[in-house]
């Protein structure tokens, strides 16, 4: 366990989780003169721990810094059952959350994405508007440091990005010759990456490991980007700090968490006020635990939607390969362009909604090495392993397709009756099922991509229907409304069972829209602690 000072026996607020919604809490709370604790269950990782600069770097991302808790199994993870899932989730505990780990796509929902039932006759309208965040969009660009190009006009007109796109490199710039075969949308992609030395971290040098950390202190992880100035203003990190519990008492107020420590000592943290941070899993999971008399089916949770309505987002691709060197290795790794061609929804598709698509580089030798599996051994080993490398590597790129998960209650967040964490707290089990909509607008999708990489030049390509590990974005599990009967916080992230409990991550999505959702969580948990300090004497707290 670590600690930068004496921890306050009494938190204004107790965060738990310091990944990318925490962060932006935490320093925006600290910056206002509040006493925050932070409890975050992984340790406080140092860029020189990552191996994209180092011979091995391949070897280690299928294992030591594999997304994938159940493959990685360190001890500041905990298992998830997914015998009932098409989709395994990826996450990372540490300080900065899986921004450790993400590839930094750094999107925006549109304005359509917000008013789904309305626009499309399912799910549900969001309790506010593109143009209500648009604000909070616009600084959460300058924060994290998002290299981009104005104008898209697959967007409404807005501020530019603070920093200069990427470059798109030979793999954009062949995708999009493609696209313009076709007529086809497609812009430089966003990314929370710097282009030039940016708020203290290093440029870019396209080194193409975004997805096992950033050995450059690039790329826009939260632990860089907001911890220090949370920090700076007295901000207490507590790392190792695995919570079982948060705490209420006979008037149905959050007084605060029960954690295990490293050492496996139990303590106790208290607070005027709990906001939950821990990801579209973790969170469910947490509050399904704080079961006590007054909330017998776990905290916050009359309506019933605790762990209901998962989204992850499933994720299709095609590769495609050329006759000509296209630099592939190169990052970021990251999206170098995308398109939202086919995102808004066209009934005559038999299917509601879209995807959007993103280019990503074809990695190194070993990424290439995948592709072979399951071919016959004289094919994919020996003599044919060198010449097949030889013909692929630095040949390839992938359209990634990011498809609209709809919410469904069947799809959820459970406690498994069995298994456990190494600290003995049941463990999360996910049940998760595309729906007949989400297999046709994936279909659709895979064939329109397939006619770009023709457009492209492909001399060959490979399709992957649904990828298995593709579960990063966590959404909908304690979804927001205006209606307590039918949501778990408002529009606030406040709980509207429990008034000085407020959720800000994932999990509060009413739909999972086709984009990488890391920039509308730091947006809607900035816009929720802009609220929350505004509204700080009105708040009903723990004595």
Known sequence: MASVRRTPDMADVLIIGAGASGSVAAKHLAENGFKVVCLEQGPKVDNSEFYGDKPEWELMAQKRWHPNPNVRDLENDYPI???????????????????????????????????????????DDWPFTYEDLEPFYDQMDVEMGVSGLNGDPAYPPGKAPPLPPLPIGRIGMKAAEGMNKLGWHWWPAPNAIPSRPYGGRNQCVRRGTCLTGCPERAKASTDHTHWPSALQHGATLITGARVREITVNDEGLATGAVYVDRNGRERRQAAKAVIVCANGV????????????????GLANSSGLVGKNLMMHPYAAVTGYFDEPLESWL????????????????????????????VMPGGGPLGMRAAYGGKPLEEAWG???????????????????IAEDLPEESNQVLLDPTLTDSDGIPAPKLIYKNSENTHRLIEFHLARAKEAMQAAGAVDMSITPLMRDCGWHLMGTARMGNDPRASVVNQWGQAHDVPNLFVYDGSVFVTSSGFNPTGTITAIALRAVKHLIANRQNLKVAA
């Open 282 to 297: 973790g969170t469910p999971r947490l509050l399904l635990l704080s079961k006590s008399n007054r909330f017998p089916d």
């Open 81 to 123: 059952n997914t015998s009932e899932s098409d989709v395994n989730p990826l996450l990372y505990n540490a300080v900065g959350g899986s921004t450790i780990l993400y590839a930094a796509h750094w999107q925006r929902f549109m304005p359509s994405d917000f008013r789904v039932r309305t626009l499309d006759g399912v799910a």
């Open 331 to 358: 990052g970021p790794a990251g999206q170098s362009i995308h398109s939202m061609q086919w995102y808004e929804t066209d009934a005559s598709r038999g299917f509601v909604r879209g995807a959007k698509w993103n």
């Open 383 to 401: 003599a044919n392993l060198h010449k097949n490398t030889r013909k692929v590597f630095g040949r390839t790129f992938e359209w990634g397709i």
